[in-house]
């Protein structure tokens, strides 16, 4: 079954250090987001992307983060100089495209914890 | 700025019993999805419920879309063990690609 795929599975890092999370969304898709879950916390909207750009963004994605679709395949989601509160769990997701089903599909997440 | 609620916040219950979690807004959602989340890993999706009044069934799992698509439940007959789990809905605002909003979720425990 296909399935969206996430790199790595934990990743440490030093505050101020930039960091760069990958995603293979399901092949077929076309429509990519990020999410992010802090312990404890709800699961947040961070950014999400079609056609080779950004379609919306929350407040929580600024001028610190970046996405890019280097290839075909990959999704990677990038912070540049990363803080604490950076700490969290990262969720990749895809779905079809927009208009169509609209059922997004998660990967197993990175878990990224600033020290 | 469009929230899910959700209720109950935890629940414990003894295998074999039946349960309905609530899912509640003041906003529209053109969509309505349900996904598990086990400790440590990503939301997979249960279903997704698009037409208001609609229910959709997935073995033991009854879940059902209010008339107005404000609200959504998820009702469980004869628990198992193995549906202790977070259990959140997520509200898309239209089917073109918005993102999704989600509730904080409703933590299940199957006790054996």
């Known amino acids: 079954e296909p399935e969206v795929t996430q790199t790595p599975s934990h990743q440490v890092t030093q505050m101020g250090q930039e960091v760069i999370l990958r995603c293979v969304p399901i092949?077929?898709?076309?429509?990519f987001y990020w999410y992010r879950q802090i312990l404890g916390q709800k699961v947040e909207f961070l950014v999400s992307f079609y056609n080779n750009e950004i379609s919306e963004k929350s407040e929580i994605f600024d001028d610190q983060f970046s996405v890019e679709r280097p290839d075909g395949s990959n999704f990677t989601l990038k912070i540049r100089s990363t803080k604490l509160e950076d700490s969290a769990m990262y969720f990749c997701?895809?779905?079809?495209?927009?208009?169509?089903?609209?059922?997004?599909?998660f990967g197993q997440g990175t878990r990224l914890t600033v020290v | 700025t469009q929230l899910l609620e959700q209720s109950p916040q935890f629940l414990s219950i003894q295998e074999g019993e039946n349960l309905t979690v609530y899912c509640n807004s003041s906003s529209v959602f053109s969509s309505l999805q349900w996904y598990r989340q086990e400790p440590g890993e990503g939301p997979v999706l249960l279903v997704t419920?698009?037409?208001?009044?609609e229910v959709k069934k997935l073995k033991r799992l009854t879940f059902q879309f209010g008339d107005a698509r404000k609200d959504s439940s998820l009702h469980i007959t004869a628990a198992q063990t193995g549906d202790t789990g977070l259990y959140l809905c997520?509200?898309?605002?239209?089917?073109?690609?918005?993102?999704?909003?989600f509730g904080p979720g409703t933590r299940l425990s199957v006790l054996p």
């Open positions: 092949s077929n898709h076309l429509y």
């Open positions: 997701a895809s779905r079809e495209s927009p208009g169509g089903t609209p059922e997004a599909f």
């Open positions: 419920v698009v037409t208001g009044g």
């Open positions: 997520a509200g898309a605002r239209d089917n073109y690609g918005q993102n999704f909003v």
